[in-house]
Structures are given as C-alpha cells and as structure tokens.
Nanobody, 122 residues
Framework: QSQLVESGGGLVQPGGSLRLSCAASGFTLDYYAIGWFRQAPGKERVGVCCISSSDGRTYYADSAKGRFTISRDNAKNTVYLQMNSLKPEDTAVYYC???????????????WGQGTQVTVSS
C-alpha cells in the first residue's frame, strides 16, 4: 500500500540544475532514513546521499558533495534532492528509497520508487 514516487528529472545542459522530489504515500516518510541512489547505463546502482529521520543528519557521496543537497518537507511528506552544477557523469536514473531504520547507517533500504531519468548533455 505504501509507495514512493520520484519526479523532477529531465534533460539539462552541463552546469544546470534540477530538483528531484520523492513523495511518499501510505506512510510517514520522515520517520525513516531516506536515500537517493542512481544507476547509470550499464553500471551498478550506487548511493548518492541520505538523510536520517532521527537527527536530520545528511550524508553525501564524494561525487555529490558541494553540488547536491538532500532535504525534507515533513508537511508535504516529501524528500528533495537539489542538484546544481550538473555534469555529464551525473546522467543516470535516480531512485529514492526508504530504510527500515531511522539512521542512514542502518541501510536496509527496502522501499523503492520507480526512478526518474536525469540526463546531462550539451
């Protein structure tokens, strides 16, 4: 019954920005650690960032630090991924996922959205 839905992807030029949204239904998203992952064509899915529900701490992959920001709006039951200074290597399908734990270090991301395509190209 619960569901995560990503949106906000699209085609942008290098240096551009996008804001991805991860909206939850059927459960209160802010009670769980929420992560963003991405999978480029022909490559494995990797973690991009995560936000803990217990203390609001955020974590970023090295590739995302300084350019990406994860945040949440509890009233809207939505987590966002603001992506700035996008590079061609950011091209991937981006997924959000909810963990069984309130801390990102618990992993166990067992609820996933369908993904949204981000393409960075000139």
């Amino acid at each position: 019954q619960s569901q995560l839905v990503e949106s906000g992807g699209g085609l942008v030029q290098p240096g551009g920005s996008l804001r991805l949204s991860c909206a939850a239904s059927g459960f209160t998203l802010d009670y769980y650690a929420i992560g963003w992952f991405r999978q480029a064509p022909g490559k494995e899915r990797v973690g991009v960032c995560c936000i803990s529900s217990s203390d609001g701490r955020t974590y970023y992959a090295d590739s995302a630090k300084g350019r990406f920001t994860i945040s949440r709006d509890n009233a809207k039951n939505t987590v966002y991924l603001q992506m700035n200074s996008l590079k061609p290597e950011d091209t991937a399908v981006y997924y959000c996922a909810a963990s069984s734990y309130s801390y990102c270090s618990g992993f166990d991301f067992n609820s996933w959205g369908q993904g949204t395509q981000v393409t960075v190209s000139s």
